[in-house]
């Protein structure tokens, strides 16, 4: 059983650092810092936190710690966890980082990708029935809803590839275009 403390314990410099630099890593996705953070302190936390504990760990309000909670729950990064005896909510984060990575692939697929390409095909086909469309930004926007649309379906293949051989095409990098007839590389 898990044993609950009133204080949190200072944390090892390697967390403290990995803490605030995924933060920051947030901050450049777009995502709140705070939210981030608390993805990072679940991540490396040995046990399932209160919100409580979080806040004390992370110095931050309580009320941003839950509304950071919410938000990590809707991109299916942690869980709640109940523990035997304590009413309290814990929580822990997912520490598969395929499972994080695909995760977040897929949150920010639906929230950016699929609506990027709803928006794509609405200005072509308003561009096509346009006269006064000029056709050098009729192509481009052609040029990229094709764009969108192939990366859009290429990550629907690569959720279907085995995450072993996944892992191995990854690890090919570009030394898998000698294995493509694509001619030779420039």
């Known amino acids: 059983m898990t044993e609950i403390s009133d204080k949190p314990k200072p944390q090892p410099v390697a967390i403290e650092r990995f803490i605030l630099h995924w933060g920051d890593m947030g901050g450049q996705w777009g995502v709140n810092r705070s939210v981030s953070q608390i993805h990072a302190l679940l991540y490396l936390s040995e046990h399932p936190q209160t919100a409580d504990d979080i806040a004390a760990s992370l110095g931050i309000a309580r009320s941003n710690v839950s509304n950071s909670i919410k938000e990590l729950l809707a991109w299916d990064l942690i869980r709640r966890v109940p523990i035997k005896g304590d009413r309290r909510d814990h929580f822990e984060a997912e520490t598969g980082v395929w499972e994080i990575v695909?995760?977040?692939?897929?949150?920010?697929?639906?929230?950016?990708?699929?609506?990027?390409?709803?928006?794509?095909?609405?200005?072509?086909?308003?561009?096509?029935?346009?006269?006064?469309?000029?056709?050098?930004?009729?192509?481009?926007?052609?040029?990229?809803?094709?764009?969108?649309?192939?990366?859009?379906?290429?990550?629907?293949?690569?959720?279907?590839?085995?995450?072993?051989?996944?892992?191995?095409?990854?690890?090919?990098?570009?030394?898998?275009?000698?294995?493509?007839?694509?001619?030779?590389?420039?």
């Open 102 to 186: 695909t995760r977040i692939a897929a949150g920010r697929k639906e929230r950016e990708i699929d609506p990027a390409l709803t928006a794509l095909r609405q200005c072509m086909a308003e561009a096509n029935d346009d006269p006064v469309m000029s056709p050098v930004a009729t192509q481009r926007l052609k040029a990229m809803l094709e764009f969108t649309e192939e990366m859009s379906g290429w990550y629907a293949q690569m959720l279907t590839v085995p995450k072993p051989k996944l892992f191995a095409l990854i690890r090919l990098g570009a030394s898998v275009i000698k294995y493509l007839p694509l001619g030779r590389a420039k």
